[in-house]
Every structure is written in C-alpha cells, then in structure tokens.
T-cell receptor
Framework: DTEVTQTPKHLVMGMTNKKSLKCEQH?????MYWYKQKAKKPPELMFV???????INESVPSRFSPECPNSSLLNLHLHALQPEDSALYLC??????????????FGPGTRLTVL | AQKITQTQPGMFVQEKEAVTLDCTYD???????LFWYKQPSSGEMIFLIY??????QNATEGRYSLNFQKARKSANLVISASQLGDSAMYFC???????FGKGITLSVRP
C-alpha cells in the first residue's frame, strides 16, 4: 500500500483566517514533506520532517507553520496568508530522508485559494 | 548542485503508439536516483519508475521503461502503447534531495 491521504481536497480562506492542512501515511515512512505547486510549474519543497523532527525549512514565511504530531501525521497550519499563496499543496513521504533510492510517494494534494 | 532539464514543448502522440520524453541531468554525486512522476489534471503526483545510478539494467515498469545513458547524463522515459489516460504532465526528478525538472505535457490523441 503506497497511499498518502490529504484533507481537505479544496480550501478557500480569507487573509485573516486560520486553517490547517492534514496529511497521513501508514507505510511506516519516517520522512514526510510539504511541497507548494503553482499551475504548470514543478513542486517546490517547503518543509521536511525526519523521525518527527523538522530537518529542512526552505526559508518559508512564518505564516506557514508545520507540525508532525507523530510518525504518521503531518499538518500545515496556515495563518494570515496572501493571495499569492494560492496553490496546490502536496504532501509526500519516503522511507528515509535523503536516500538515493528512497522514493517519495505523494498525496492527492489540497487546492488552496486565498481571497 | 543538482539540475534536471526537460526542454521538450508539449508532446502529442497517437493512441497505441510509443513516445519518448526526454530528461537530462547534472550532478556531482556518485550515488543518485532518477524518478519519473505523472501528474494528471486532478493534481496527484503519481510515481512511475525509478533508476539508480549504479543500476546496470534499464528500469521497466509495465508500459514504462527508462532509457538510462549515464555517460550522456540522460534518463528518458519511454511509454509504449499510449493510452488516452496517459495524457498528463510528466516530471523527471533526481534524488538525493528531490529536484524536479520543469515537466512535459503529453497529450494522447484518439
């Protein structure tokens, strides 16, 4: 089973709202990732967790706050977003972090619109 | 630093024909992996195939095969017997830190 689930599928929020994106995997993977993807562009890495600890933050603005409550769950808390933050947010997981052979498996994504 | 290059414009192929999607890469790492992902309009990034830098055989997964030429630093994806459901964006990517190319849009014509 190579399933990564994400909720919600779609999210519309105002610039003053607080919302959260959720990601879950039950493959026993110890690395989890958040990516942001604009239309017709490749995904851009935002955060990486390894063994539930934040390993990489790609200079993401503080209005995005990641959280890894346990090895199966990854959240992305959103606050005071800007319209340019509207994008597809993808979660991924892999067995380990930074292994040459470790395949990242992606969830279906959350389409975020900021009004 | 790693770099993936996908320069083909949108590709068109007739149903049931084979198509090759090009990917070149650059890295100073000796051990690395090359991946192809498919992204339909629904948005999900679907893993297709993997090739390790030390693998001697070209990878195959069903209708997908990877034409790996290490000396040329190329990792082209070959899709045999194209189906309408193959219409999507295709990304080539490289580990260790997953670096994506710009992607190629493939349209399969009936």
């Amino acid at each position: 089973d190579t399933e990564v689930t994400q909720t919600p599928k779609h999210l519309v929020m105002g610039m003053t709202n607080k919302k959260s994106l959720k990601c879950e995997q039950h493959m026993g993977h110890r690395a989890m990732y958040w990516y942001k993807q604009k239309a017709k562009k490749p995904p851009e890495l935002m955060f990486v967790y390894s063994y539930e600890k934040l390993s990489i933050n790609e200079s993401v603005p503080s209005r995005f706050s990641p959280e890894c409550p346990n090895s199966s769950l990854l959240n992305l808390h959103l606050h005071a977003l800007q319209p340019e933050d509207s994008a597809l947010y993808l979660c991924a997981s892999s067995l380990q972090l930074a292994g040459a052979r470790d395949t990242q498996y992606f969830g279906p994504g959350t389409r975020l619109t900021v009004l | 630093a790693q770099k993936i290059t996908q320069t083909q414009p949108g590709m068109f192929v007739q149903e049931k024909e084979a198509v090759t999607l090009d990917c070149t890469y650059d890295t100073s790492d000796q051990s690395y992996g090359l991946f192809w992902y498919k992204q339909p309009s629904s948005g999900e990034m679907i893993f297709l195939i993997y090739q390790g830098s030390y693998d001697e055989q070209n990878a195959t997964e069903g209708r997908y095969s990877l034409n790996f030429q290490k000396a040329r630093k190329s990792a082209n994806l070959v899709i045999s017997a194209s189906q309408l459901g193959d219409s999507a964006m295709y990304f080539c990517a490289m580990s260790v830190k997953l670096t994506f190319g710009k992607g190629i849009t493939l349209s399969v014509r009936p």
